[in-house]
């Protein structure tokens, strides 16, 4: 299985401020037709998983600018510009190249 | 509006069954691929299973492989998961998800199945 690692395991921000997760998998995530299916995930606390980028870097539906994802290859990131009190939560990235799809472990997003 | 609703958890004995169902609404079912992904508490998420639009294929993560069917209904836009030989370590909330981009993108709010004598 592709093994997925963010870093860091847990993030504390202070409101406003910049905050970047980093995920790297253990194989590339370039798939036969050309596509990275390298996927980001917030679950706040209580709630259900709710994806924010897919491909990489297109962010879905009424997920704010303030959250953009990069990367190629097996190295990936995370970033919000400023951070807001609603961003706290669990950070989780997702590969969907190769079966099983797998997760980070997940990183904790907390304010200062 | 998507709109997924899971049942079926509840607390069972080891080597027990228990089947989830997952009832979906506010798309067309029978256009997407749905899986299921499991949180078990405190941790972090694992998929499943994966099944095709038309149910003709089906795919599992290792460790539920023979224990574990995925199937669905599209006359009934529902989702099913069957498990068997049911372990301790099979404890978590299990979420029915709509694929799209070979990812996750839509998530119900979760059964939770707990495997306890």
């Known amino acids: 299985d592709v093994v997925m690692t963010q870093s860091p395991l847990s993030l504390p921000v202070t409101l406003g401020q910049p905050a970047s997760i980093s995920c790297r998998s253990g194989q590339s995530l370039v798939n036969s037709d050309g596509n990275t299916y390298l996927n980001w995930f917030q679950q706040r606390p209580g709630q259900s998983p709710r994806r924010l980028i897919y491909?990489?870097?297109n962010r879905d539906s009424g997920v704010p600018d303030r959250f953009s994802g990069s990367g190629s290859g097996t190295d990936f990131t995370l970033e919000i510009s400023r951070v807001e009190a609603e961003d706290v939560g669990v950070y989780y990235c997702m590969q969907g190249t190769h079966w099983p799809w797998t997760f980070g472990q997940g990183t904790k997003v907390e304010i200062k | 509006e998507v709109q997924l609703v899971e049942s079926g958890g509840g607390l069972v004995q080891p080597g027990g069954s228990l089947r989830l169902s997952c009832a979906a609404s506010g798309f067309t079912f029978s256009d997407y691929w749905m899986s299921w992904v499991r949180q078990a508490p405190g941790k972090g998420l694992q998929w499943v299973a994966l099944i095709k639009e038309d149910g003709s294929n089906e795919y599992y993560v290792d460790s539920v492989k023979g224990r574990f069917t995925v199937s669905r209904d599209n006359a009934k836009n529902s989702l099913y998961l069957k498990m068997n030989s049911l372990r301790a370590e099979d404890t978590a909330v299990y979420y029915c998800v709509r694929e799209s981009s070979r990812s996750a993108a839509s998530w119900g709010q979760g059964t939770l199945v707990t495997v306890s004598s």
């Open positions: 491909k990489v870097a």
